[in-house]
């Protein structure tokens, strides 16, 4: 057989006959090479073919002087790429579909980039890993050039940007990430998520999402069913997050109580007032600025010390507005409030509303997914006497970020606020059932595709899947809460067994243990959470928020979401806590 380097061309006599050197032979051996892999492989192709792309560039074309040796396959198309095969520092987006011959660079470069989220992912799941590679801004903007250029980059670089932003991600999978209602990476959601990116369309007509628009309509249903209207009627969309979901109910109880204020403004209506709770989300008067009502139209009712609306001080509060000559149009109860992760008495607020006839919204965007829990539902008693609800799966449920719906009581009054009839888009003579071009009730034209992530996940998991992961995590925040209740330096922000999984607490130094309660104790106390916070983000260990709130000086606020977190992950927790804070 030829030396190493020799060509394919160069084996036998000159017509490419003879034996043993000869064609047939050596695309024999370069089949038995295919079954190693990376660099093995290709030095043995290497060795059987030569460089064919100096001796036969004109055969192949000019993509294939750029693809490393080794690659001829029998038929004199190139062998399967893989990862390491293609030499990326020559080829740029140019080269990869719908370019001609794109296909197998594609391949190899969409491999490759693969390979780097794959490698994420299990290190996201590695407790020996860092949670966050933390840096501060100007270092991360000094350690690496971020800036756009005229010029292209080639694949190479690409590939290395990819790897760097990963780098300083913050693992939101990882068992010890505590920091945000979103946690937890689902792998059946993750693969959802790659699909619906690579379906790449919208969701404004089934001409054009047909399955995604079905898949739509059948979750939401089932969403309604599950909250306890009757035979899941209703309506509803999903929208990209709680806050615009909240803005919706909004806009929506606006209309039904005054619908000419889709054409004639505010200047047609009179002084509406919302109500909310003072534990409630702040994207109610975030909505209220952006409909035009006004944040000073927003009045928030008291809460007792556990952080649920009190009924009373709604009933008061709606006539004082009443008395003033303004409309009550909503009230905002809360299912999961983001920091004490209290609920509201739905039943109270729902006789009030039944009584002043004022449209109820329930914020369950944290707080929803314990409707699919048996043993933890009836915290939501009375949700089934809504108008309208707010339910963000990204949240306790774990479907990848993001995925929010909400859900109405009225078919068709999504439709009516919101359709605008353009022609380009909703014609009128289409040959399908027209009830499926769900875009014009929707206040987007582009809507990204954010169902298929959580029928997925239902269909893998089914719905007592989703119930034991809502099951561990809130025996987690009980294991937690039961540990540091009566543990030295601890103390609870608020009496009793938490709700739901928030368990809010101060960390009490040494130090500071000997002080009496007073201003100065508090004084110090409120700077423990944000060294704590530092320290715990700078050695990458565990994430876990802080917050303030009313005449509460900073304190921790643990949530659990995500249920690759275990009893050791929350022993961890504690530990780290102190071991940081024990200088303070």
Not at 70 to 83: A, F, I, N, P, V
Not at 317 to 344: H, N
Not at 402 to 430: I, P, T, W
Request: hydrophobic residues 40%.
């Amino acid at each position: 057989m030829a030396s190493p380097g020799s060509s394919f061309w160069s084996f036998g006599s000159e017509d490419g006959s003879g034996d043993p050197e000869n064609p047939s032979t050596a695309r024999a051996w370069c089949q038995v090479a295919q079954k190693f892999r990376g660099g093995i492989r290709n030095k043995l192709c290497t060795l059987l073919y030569g460089d064919w792309r100096l001796r036969c560039p004109e055969a192949f074309g000019e993509w294939f002087k750029r693809v490393p040796t080794g690659h001829l396959r029998e038929d004199g198309l190139c062998l399967q790429l893989s990862q390491g095969d293609v030499n990326y520092a020559f080829l740029h987006s140019t080269d990869l579909l719908p370019a001609c011959d794109g296909e197998r660079p594609t391949l190899a470069f969409l491999q490759d980039v693969m390979d780097i989220l794959l490698q994420y992912v299990v290190k996201s799941f590695d407790r020996s890993t860092k949670v966050i590679d933390f840096h501060y801004p100007n270092e991360l903007l000094q350690e690496h050039n971020w800036e756009l250029a005229d010029q292209p980059q080639n694949l190479e670089e690409i590939l290395m940007h990819c790897q760097t932003t990963l780098k300083y991600a913050i693992k939101t999978g990882h068992p010890r990430y505590f920091n945000q209602l979103s946690t937890g990476l689902d792998m059946v959601g993750l693969a959802a998520d790659w699909l619906t990116s690579t379906a790449n369309t919208n969701m404004f007509t089934y001409e054009i999402a047909p399955v995604f628009v079905l898949l739509e309509y059948v979750t939401l249903k089932k969403m309604r069913e599950i909250i306890g209207w009757p035979g899941g009627s209703g309506d509803g969309i999903f929208s990209p997050g709680g806050a615009i979901s909240n803005m919706y109910a909004m806009l929506i109880a606006r209309f039904k109580m005054f619908p000419e204020v889709k054409e004639q403004g505010m200047a047609a209506v009179p002084r509406l007032i919302a109500f909310t709770s003072e534990h409630s989300h702040f994207s109610l008067k975030k909505g209220a600025a952006a409909l035009g009502i006004g944040t000073d139209s927003v009045i928030l009712i008291k809460c007792d010390e556990r952080g649920k609306m009190i009924p009373s001080d709604l009933e008061r509060r709606i006539l004082e507005a009443k008395q003033k000559g303004f409309v009550p149009f909503l009230v905002s109860a809360t299912a999961g409030t983001t920091v004490y992760g209290a609920f509201d008495p739905l039943l109270a607020v729902a006789d009030i509303c039944k009584k002043y006839k004022i449209w109820m919204h329930v914020d369950a965007a944290w707080g929803g997914g314990l409707l699919m829990s048996q043993k933890h539902k009836w915290k939501l008693s009375g949700v089934e006497r809504a108008n309208s609800v707010t339910w963000n799966p990204h949240k306790m449920m774990g479907v990848p970020l993001q995925c929010s719906a909400l859900l109405v009581r009225e078919e068709g009054l999504m439709q009516s606020c919101n359709q605008m009839h353009a022609s380009y888009l909703f014609q009128q003579d289409k040959h399908y059932d027209l009830s499926y071009d769900t875009g014009d009730k929707a206040l987007q034209c582009g809507r990204h595709v954010d169902v298929f992530k959580l029928w997925l996940m239902w269909r893998a998991k089914g719905t007592t899947g989703f119930e034991a992961h809502i099951d561990k995590c809130l025996e987690l925040a009980e294991y937690l809460y039961n540990i540091i209740k009566n543990r030295e330096g601890y103390e609870m922000v608020f009496d009793g067994k938490p709700q739901h999984t928030n368990v809010c607490f101060w960390y009490v130094p040494p130090s500071l243990r000997v002080l009496e309660d007073n201003e100065e104790r508090m004084s110090r106390l409120s700077k423990v959470a944000p060294v704590i916070k530092a320290r715990m983000m700078e050695y990458g260990t565990t994430m876990v928020s802080y917050q303030p709130l009313g005449d509460k000086v900073n304190f921790f606020r643990m949530v659990i979401s995500n249920p690759a977190a275990t009893h050791q992950d929350i022993d961890f927790l504690i530990e780290e806590i102190e071991r940081l804070g024990q200088d303070l």
